[in-house]
């Protein structure tokens, strides 16, 4: 496989590694209305447990997709691609825990933008972007240095919007001061 073949590859790999977030995104559909709905009535508590909940089971779906990419991953990749789109099991594995933190940050986003903080998601994937060129620099191997760019940029972005999520969600609960 020739040099120009890199970015042909990487991009198979990543569309197989991205499957479980096209089907997160059925979920994050209904998902807005229903944190807004909670927002809006002041039911910052019941808001806080639908989100736990949410965010256990798209940890755990993640966690079944990385174990499906360490298995499977290479496989499908070639399968569907051809053998000259052959990437190794690592390359899945990272690709397809960038795609699980991933959706973990789109509901973190939800649930910030269900609280009227629009403006926090936006710094929060500022921030996270920022991590990608750092992360980058550290590498040598091509696809490693832009997989761990990509993990770096959604745990950067999951670790801030959970941040101020949490502060968020305190100071709704603690009330109009007075």
Do not use: K
């Amino acid at each position: 496989v020739g040099q120009e073949d890199e970015p042909g590859r990487f991009l198979n790999a990543l569309l197989v590694a991205r499957i479980p977030l096209f089907f997160f995104q059925a979920v994050q559909a209904s998902l807005l209305p229903q944190l807004s709905g909670l927002a809006g009535s002041g039911r910052y508590g019941e808001l806080w447990a639908t989100l736990r909940r949410l965010l256990a089971l798209v940890a755990s779906i993640g966690a079944v997709a990385v174990a499906g990419a360490a298995v499977l991953g290479p496989w499908v990749v070639e399968m569907a691609f051809g053998g000259e789109f052959a990437v190794g099991r690592r390359d899945m594995v990272l690709l397809t825990t960038s795609s699980g933190v991933l959706m973990l940050v789109l509901a973190l986003a939800q649930a910030l933008i269900a609280c009227r903080s629009q403006a926090r998601v936006a710094l929060a994937w500022v921030v996270g972007v920022a991590a990608f060129p750092v992360a980058v620099a550290l590498f040598d191997d091509l696809f490693l240095r832009v997989e761990m760019g990509l993990i770096a940029t959604v745990s950067v972005t999951a670790l801030i919007m959970s941040v101020m999520l949490v502060r968020r969600l305190r100071h709704e609960s603690a009330g109009p001061a007075g």
